[in-house]
T-cell receptor, first 114, second 113 residues
Framework: AQTVTQSQPEMSVQEAETVTLSCTYD???????LFWYKQPPSRQMILVIR??????QNATENRFSVNFQKAAKSFSLKISDSQLGDTAMYFC???????????FGTGTRLTIIP | DAGVIQSPRHEVTEMGQEVTLRCKPI?????LFWYRQTMMRGLELLIY????????DSGMPEDRFSAKMPNASFSTLKIQPSEPRDSAVYFC???????????FGQGTRLTVV
């Protein structure tokens, strides 16, 4: 069974600063996908970034980047130049290759302070 | 495309009543998922379909829950009879194919009183 652990229930940071959200996971599979989804107050779940486990290069999407450490089973999200619109709940998610089920962490509530 | 459309957005019902949640997937997406979000348990997969066929329903809590996908354009999640502990946000999500991005609807907030 897969598990995802997010040890930071809440974080806050000043606008324009950089923040890193932590995530560790466990899976018995060697091939899998990792995702960060954000859920703003509107409740809509939105994909932020994805990483294939077989790729060594860390994924980047504009201000969002990940630090993927496969041996340590760690997958942190870095948000640079944070903006007020980044205020949301952030979920770390895993999906094994060949299994379409997403397993979610408990989430980190991020607040960007003006 | 309008995205994944769920209805209703909010539902308040009395214990014992039947509740039906609806989902219209994105056209061309072969996979459809029903998730439930609660404060206590977070986000859990209830069931998912591939090409309208249920593939994994191991997350369905009990026989009071049932889901159908009669065609590629529509799915329902039914709770009968409803109980207060069913109160949650229910999300529908769809994917084009294996390993692709899951797109979520805006969810239905169900309150059973």
């Amino acid at each position: 069974a897969q598990t995802v652990t997010q040890s930071q229930p809440e974080m806050s940071v000043q606008e324009a600063e950089t923040v890193t959200l932590s995530c560790t996971y466990d899976t018995s599979e060697s091939n899998y996908y990792l995702f960060w989804y954000k859920q703003p107050p509107s409740r809509q779940m939105i994909l932020v970034i994805r990483q294939e486990a077989y790729k060594q290069q860390n994924a980047t999407e504009n201000r969002f980047s990940v630090n993927f450490q496969k041996a340590a089973k760690s997958f942190s999200l870095k948000i640079s130049d944070s903006q007020l619109g980044d205020t949301a709940m952030y979920f770390c998610v895993i999906r094994d290759f060949g299994n379409e089920k997403l397993t979610f962490g408990t989430g980190t509530r991020l607040t960007i302070i003006p | 495309d309008a995205g994944v459309i769920q209805s209703p957005r909010h539902e308040v019902t009395e214990m014992g009543q039947e509740v039906t949640l609806r989902c219209k997937p994105i056209s061309g997406h072969d996979y459809l998922f029903w998730y439930r979000q609660t404060m206590m348990r977070g986000l859990e997969l209830l069931i998912y379909f591939n090409n309208n066929v249920p593939i994994d329903d191991s997350g369905m809590p009990e026989d009071r829950f049932s889901a159908k996908m009669p065609n590629a354009s529509f799915s329902t999640l039914k709770i009968q009879p409803s109980e207060p502990r069913d109160s949650a946000v229910y999300f529908c999500a769809t994917e084009r194919g294996p390993g692709t991005e899951a797109f979520f609807g805006q969810g239905t907030r169900l309150t059973v009183v």
